[in-house]
């Protein structure tokens, strides 16, 4: 919904009507993250040529700031594998801008008292996903484990969480419950109430094909012109040692170790013995001896118990387990029961609830195995266990080989493990010289690894699951580089014809608006302009169904909105395909006073824009508080090279 009150402040209706509210607010809709406010006071003091910036005493390095656009790019990774820093240089200001606001953050917090205390942070750490266990509490190897992949300090987590906690923690009483009045809101929604009609007619790509055919030096010109469009992008051939089930599968189980597996867990392979038991409780011994006589002599424990009364009913309880009949008699109760033949009266026993007296009524025993039979499973087991053992000791072995300096050759000739290569690939895994060369799904954080360590860095170990470990290193690095033109004639011919295309229709489409501007419909207009295409398409659509459509609203109903009554204007088709030239014939103001609820909606979206504002103004305020000082000869610097390919 905002959206369209930003795009209306472009046309004179609506900057008409904008000039009737507050203008604080109008810089609201442009505010899209309080997380990533301003750029920073520009100055330049004495700074040294690795700093970037300096506030308040607190310096950003171009250490420091070259490692976040290390982990924006392999973020970037995760959904496109070829990214590179040339192709995430959009977010290189604003990715300083953050450092700029968290080091403003930080410096005042210094200043005026506001310390974080280490329990908050370490709090927050013990937090992250990445730093719990299974068993879903904080661990400490989980947590080393995170900071080796992110190939993160622990200072460095702490300084990014403090820096976040005091952004949060010193502009939320800001920012937050912000207000906006029904007047100021009731313009807005009468925005929305607004209809427009008008037409669009087409001016597609195809039509301004015709006749085009490049020379040999047009071809060669444009691609000389546009060399970035043909980048092939950085390969390696990547060395792998894998350590999984195929390099253990002669350790197995001795006879010796089963059967001592046995032993040690006899219980299990045991037969089940269970038994239904009678039993009387009573408080004292001297009625527990007369109903054990009488059991003893013969008949039933019932039989026995009835001179005693009511105070001794007899429990009947069937096929009970001795875990089962431990949690109700004890242990001592449970252990004479279970050690008793069938038939066998026992007692009397002390238990918590009294005098006891029982009697075994049947005995089952099921189940069990012998050695022999138990074996199978046991060494399946305890294969299992000491193949992943010994892949544990190889991965060891691997690891202090690489932390005393060996190279992977090294590495993996210690180790005794087998060596394969790759063809070159890119980041995703393909060959552009073998189309049918493909690694299992499970390498994909093999190939990532590999593409992120340098060529003269130490090997790394990946984990892949449950197929073990690979020790990776790149064997040679091809950086990306464009393509030679003979390999990419057809379509860098192609791209000249759609560029030489497109400067027509844009240059025809420019015409028929110029026209339509001038009164004439725009059928009339192409006409003049000497274009033929196809007929124009009708218009027609209230403000609020585009604020509220859910999908991707067509770019001339978006344009019907943004151009005055009887002007017309130019509006690119998605995918480059050519142009719509769209003109307004009629705008109906809207009136919201018979609808309250819809100015309600606008206060709550306002409001909101209005705590975004507030939330920038006082981040600006923050870093002249503090004296931003940028160098920007350092800046521009980091920048070229990152965007050269970050060497």
């Known amino acids: 919904m905002l959206t369209f009150f930003r795009r209306l402040s472009k046309s004179k209706i609506g900057t008409g009507l904008m000039a009737f509210v507050l203008i604080a607010i109008l810089a609201g809709f442009a505010i899209a993250d309080i997380s990533n406010f301003g750029s920073g006071n520009v100055g330049f003091g004495g700074m040294g040529q690795s700093t970037l910036a300096e506030v308040g005493g607190q310096e950003i390095t171009g250490r420091e700031f070259e490692d976040q656009m290390q982990r924006r790019l392999q973020a970037a990774r995760q959904e496109n594998p070829e990214a590179t820093y040339a192709s995430i240089m959009g977010d290189f200001d604003g990715l300083l801008a953050s450092l700029v606001d968290e080091a403003s953050a930080r410096a005042f917090a210094d200043k005026y008292g506001f310390p974080l205390s280490k329990r908050l942070i370490d709090g ?117 040692a894998s350590v999984g089930p195929a390099q253990v599968g002669n350790v197995v189980a001795s006879p010796q170790e089963i059967a001592a597996y046995y032993n040690a867990n006899r219980a299990t392979y045991a037969a089940k013995d269970t038994r239904s038991l009678s039993q009387v409780v009573v408080p004292d011994r001297s009625t527990a001896n007369a109903i054990a006589t009488r059991a003893k002599a013969g008949g039933t424990l019932a039989a026995a118990a009835a001179p005693a009364g009511s105070n001794a009913a007899v429990t009947s309880l069937q096929d009970q387990t001795r875990e089962a009949y431990s949690s109700v008699a004890g242990q001592v109760v449970a252990g004479a029961a279970f050690s008793a033949p069938s038939g066998a009266v026992i007692g009397p026993l002390q238990s918590d609830f009294g005098w006891v007296v029982l009697k075994v009524d049947s005995v089952k025993s099921q189940g069990g195995k012998t050695l022999e039979q138990a074996t199978p499973e046991i060494a399946e087991k305890l294969n299992a266990d000491k193949r992943k053992q010994a892949i544990e000791d190889v991965v060891d072995r691997l690891q202090t080989a690489i932390d005393d300096g060996s190279n992977f050759t090294e590495a993996a000739a210690a180790a005794k493990l087998a060596v394969t290569s790759t063809p070159l690939i890119t980041a995703n895994g393909t060959s552009r010289t073998d189309a049918a060369f493909k690694l299992p799904a499970e390498m994909a954080p093999v190939v990532k690894s590999g593409f992120e360590i340098a060529a003269n860095d130490p090997p790394e170990i990946v984990s892949i699951g449950d197929q073990g470990y690979v020790l990776v290193s790149p064997a040679q690095v091809v950086p990306a580089a464009a393509a030679r033109l003979a390999s990419i004639r057809d379509r860098v011919t192609a791209d000249w014809i759609n560029d030489q295309a497109f400067k027509r229709a844009k240059a025809a489409a420019d015409a028929i608006a110029a026209k339509a501007s001038q009164g004439n419909t725009l059928a009339e207009a192409a006409k003049q302009a000497g274009a033929i295409l196809p007929a124009a398409m009708p218009l027609a659509a209230r403000r609020i169904q585009i604020a509220s459509a859910r999908g991707e609203v067509p770019a001339p109903l978006r344009v019907l909105f943004n151009v005055t009554q009887g002007k017309a204007r130019v509006v690119p088709v998605p995918g480059g395909k050519g142009f719509y030239v769209v003109k307004v014939n009629k705008v109906v103001p809207g009136n919201a006073m018979l609808q309250p609820a819809l100015i309600g909606r606008v206060q709550g979206d306002l409001a909101q824009a209005v705590s975004e504002d507030y939330g920038r103004q006082f981040i600006s305020a923050l870093r002249a508080e503090m004296k931003v000082e940028r160098n920007e000869k350092a800046i521009q610097a980091t920048k070229s090279r990152l965007a050269s390919g970050g060497n």
């Open 124 to 240: 927050t750490i013990a937090q992250l996903p990445q730093a719990k266990g299974l068993n879903g509490q904080f661990s400490e190897q989980a947590y080393q484990q995170f900071l080796q992949r992110e190939r993160l300090t622990d200072q460095q987590v702490r300084q990014l969480i403090s820096g976040s906690l005091l952004q949060r923690l010193l502009i939320t009483p800001v920012a937050a419950n912000s207000r906006v009045s029904v007047g100021v809101a009731t313009p807005y929604a009468s925005m929305l109430l607004e209809s427009r009609e008008g037409e669009a007619i087409p001016v597609p790509l195809d039509t301004f094909k015709r006749g085009l055919q490049p020379t040999d030096a047009a071809v060669q010109q444009f691609y000389s012109a546009n060399r970035a469009r043909y980048m092939i992008p950085e390969q390696r051939v990547v060395r792998l």
